[in-house]
C-alpha cells in the first residue's frame, strides 16, 4: 500500500501541545509507540463503552462526558 493511500484513511485531531508532552511522558516504557497510539486507543475504549450501554447517554452522563473532555483539555 502506498503511502498516499495510507495516510487518506486518516485524519488530524489537534490536541494542546501540554496535553500532548504529558501524555507522551506518561506512555514512556508503556508499550505505546506514539501519543497517537495511546489517544486512538483511549478513544476506541470510550466509543467501546458506549456502544456498549447500547443507548444515548443521559443528560448527565453527557455533562460527565464534556466534564471529563475538558479536563483532558479537549473542551473549553
Known sequence: ???NDRLSKY???LIPTPLAE???NKIKGSGFPTV?????SKLREVIGADEKAGADL?????EAAKAR???M???D
Open 1 to 3: 500500500m502506498e503511502d
Open 11 to 13: 485524519t488530524t485531531v
Open 22 to 24: 504529558k501524555i507522551a
Open 36 to 40: 497517537d497510539a495511546f489517544v486512538v
Open 58 to 62: 443521559t443528560p448527565e452522563q453527557e
Open 69 to 71: 473532555l475538558k479536563a
Open 73 to 75: 483539555g479537549y473542551l
